[in-house]
């Protein structure tokens, strides 16, 4: 589903009026590599995912210890490899950051919520 430009931007955005973040599940995307062979390598995987639409993968963020390394050159590595394009980061990111102030993340910034 992560890949499915067809689904999450047509169905879901368009047809169906959702409106906020597109997250995975855990290792989702990873799985595009390593269960599904749908990509050959995380960029590969990761700039599917953003290019289809999908804003955010727990697997894309997690720290080093993670299987995928380095916790940000996954889709730098992606963008490098023209695999992505900025503007697909900028969308995610803005999707991302809109779908936290929506549901209050940001209105107490000395919370621990």
């Not at 499915?4 to 973040?21: Q, Y």
């Not at 749908?38 to 993968?57: I, R």
């Not at 695999?83 to 000395?110: C, E, K, M, W």
Request: hydrophobic share 35%.
């Amino acid at each position: 589903m992560c890949a499915h430009e067809d689904l999450i931007n047509k169905v879901m955005r368009n047809e169906l009026g959702m409106v906020g973040a597109v997250i995975s599940d855990g290792d989702t995307v990873f799985d595009f590599v390593g269960g599904h062979n749908y990509s050959k390598t995380p960029a590969e995987a990761a700039g599917a995912a953003l290019n289809a639409g999908c804003d955010q993968s727990w697997d894309m963020n997690l720290p080093p210890a993670n299987r995928m390394g380095d916790p940000n050159g996954t889709v730098a590595k992606a963008l490098q490899q023209n695999l992505t394009t900025l503007d697909a980061i900028h969308t995610s990111a803005a999707n991302t950051l809109r779908q936290r102030f929506r549901v209050g993340l940001y209105d107490n910034p000395n919370s621990t919520k």
